[in-house]
Structure formats: C-alpha cells, structure tokens
C-alpha cells in the first residue's frame, strides 16, 4: 500500500480517485484549495489538507512528512469557454502550478507522477479518433495549458528520476456508483451535467451550442466517458508507475462519438419525456468533434472499460443530480 497525494481531491474526478484509492487501502492525503471543490465530497478515510498547490512552502514538507510515494494531480482549471476569457488565469493554474508541484517531487525525491491531461491538446480534432502521436495544436488556452505541462513533465523525466504518466481524458460524466460522489462544482457548464439539471427541472431548457458544425446533425461530437472507467486508468497507470514502468501519455476514452443531440435524446428517453432544447450560437473554442483511439492505453496497460454505454453514464449522472435535489 502505497502513501499518495491527490491534488484536487475535493473536485469532481479527484473525489472519486480518492475514494478509489482509500477502498484499495491506499493511505491518501488530499491538497486542495476548494476553489471549486467541495469539502464534503472528500472520502472520510483521507487526510484532508485546505491549501493551493502552487504554495511549495505548502507542498514540500507534505511530500517529505508524508512520505508521499505518488502524486495524482488533478487540481486545476477546466472550463475551455473561460480559459478563452481568462487565459492568464489558466496558466497560472495549471502551467505555473502544475510547474511548482512538480518542481517540489523533484525536489522532494517523488519519482511517481500521474497528470489530468485532456483531449483539447489536439486542438480541432481530426475526421479520424485522434491517437496520442496525432499533431498537437490546441485552440484554446485550457488545452495549450495542458499541453505545456505534458512538455514540463517529459523534460523533467529525461533529466531527473522522475516518472509520470499524463492521460489525455476526453469527456468525463457519471457519477461513483455508490453514490458517494460526483460532479457537484458551482455553475456547472458541462453537457451531461446541464442536461441533467435541466431534466429536472432547475434550469428551463438546454442550450445546445452551434447547430451547424460540419458533423453529421451540426452540433459537436465528444467521445464521453464514465468517471468509473477513468479512475480504473488511474489505477493502472499506479500500477505501472510503482512497478517501475516508464513515462507514458495516454488517452481515456472509448473510441465512439456522440453529438449533443444524441445526448439529448439519451437524457429524454431517460426520463421518459423530450428534454427542452435551443439553439444557441457556437461557444468559443470548442472544435466540432473529439474522439479517441484507445488502443494505446488497452494493449499497453490493459485497460478494459466496464461502462462503456452512453445510457449507463446519463442514468449515473441522473441518479447524482436527483440526490442533489432531495
Ligand atoms: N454543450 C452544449 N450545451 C451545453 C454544454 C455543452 O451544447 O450546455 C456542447 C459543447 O458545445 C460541446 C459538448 O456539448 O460540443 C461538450 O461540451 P462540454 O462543456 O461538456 O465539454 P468540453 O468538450 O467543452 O470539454
């Protein structure tokens, strides 16, 4: 068992790592600032730290006290629309601090490292799933953010010991099946999670942006993925790292695209009536269509999805999105 810091592990992703990793009994501190996490969403078993990442007279003598073996860093910024806005904001969060967390492993002898990267690196999407060798140009500041971090952390491992694994996650939903935990940040902009909300009723419709992308019914196409499934990359990905594997970039996602509007009627047959839609203008920075190709992360750490089903990860989303109503 393993002594491991999860950095956002009040948020969304994080607080499902967490309690992943306390259910396998992994001893876990968790670092997060709550910007946008929610205290309460952090598995009771975990040492819960209040603090910023990017503060290393913070961070340095919690990997030294703690005898920290891994990092999973999950803290950040996420939200493309507001990194179009407020790009120096984003590289402050997710460069520069992604930047004085690393330097603190290196620092500290943390040799383990497993980073939240995203599908935006690729920038417009291809016509064909985008593999992880695919030309890297992102269109907007969240996915350049991202990406220069995946730089920093390549660099590092070539020169330092020090050894990660960046996954590239494409639309992650759901929620723990246990109910423990799920997506709960404040103005919530992703589509499941709107969708959800609007279904019941706490929003009057759901805007769909852009009607006219050159996809097969104009509105963009995602690749999504059940949050479950994405821990179990994690997972693996500590795995490999602690049997002393060397530095991969992985994508999480299962290779299959669905456009809003299928999302939408996913959600309309869920809860057995047609959800509310319009219209609305395309939102900046968002590409028409990203999907992955898997197959690096299947042949090279056996990953094998259990989820894989867009009605399975909208009844999971509904099923959180309810508890929060009652
Ligand atoms: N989207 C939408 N209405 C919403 C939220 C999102 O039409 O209220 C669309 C968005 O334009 C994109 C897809 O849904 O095509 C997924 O967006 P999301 O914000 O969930 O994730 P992103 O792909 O931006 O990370």
Not at 19 to 35: E, F, I, K, W
Not at 234 to 248: Q, S, V
Not at 253 to 260: C, L, M, P, R
Request: charged share 20%; with cysteine.
């Amino acid at each position: 068992m393993a002594n491991i810091l999860v950095t956002g592990g009040a948020g969304y992703i994080g607080s499902h790592m967490t309690y992943a990793l306390v259910d396998r009994g992994h001893s876990v501190t968790v670092v997060d600032n709550l910007s946008t996490g929610v205290r309460g969403l952090v598995a009771p078993q975990a040492e819960f730290v209040e603090g910023d990442i990017g503060d290393e007279t913070l961070v340095r003598p919690l990997l030294r006290h703690r005898n920290i073996e891994a990092v999973i860093h999950f803290a950040g910024s996420v939200v493309v629309p507001d990194s179009v806005e407020q790009p120096l904001r984003y590289y402050n969060n997710n460069t520069m601090k992604s930047l004085t967390l690393i330097d603190a492993c290196v620092q500290e002898g943390v040799g383990k490292f497993i980073f939240s990267s995203t599908a935006a690196v690729y920038g417009m999407g291809e016509d064909h799933p985008a593999c992880e060798s695919d030309e890297k140009s992102p269109i907007n500041p969240y996915g350049r953010s991202k990406l220069m971090t995946e730089w920093i952390l390549e660099d590092a491992a070539k020169a330092y010991d020090f050894r990660y694994v960046a996954l590239r996650y494409f639309n992650v939903a759901g929620a723990d099946p246990q109910g423990r935990t799920g997506q709960s940040t404040p103005r919530a902009t992703h589509l499941i999670k709107k969708a959800c909300q609007v279904a019941l009723q706490r929003a009057p419709e759901l805007e769909i942006f852009g009607g006219d992308f050159p996809t097969r019914d104009g509105t963009g196409i995602r690749d999504y993925i059940h949050v479950s499934d994405l821990i179990e990359c994690h997972l693996l990905a500590l795995d490999h790292l602690i049997k002393g594997g060397e530095p991969k970039v992985l994508n999480c996602g299962y290779g299959q695209g669905f456009s809003v509007r299928e999302v939408v009627e996913a959600v309309s047959r869920q809860i057995g009536r047609p959800l509310p839609v319009r219209i609305a203008p395309r939102r900046a920075g968002d590409p028409a269509q990203l999907i992955a190709n898997p197959s690096r992360i299947r042949s090279e750490l056996g990953w094998r999805p259990a989820h894989a089903d867009l009605s399975d990860i909208v009844a999971s989303a509904y099923a959180w999105e309810q508890r929060q109503n009652a």
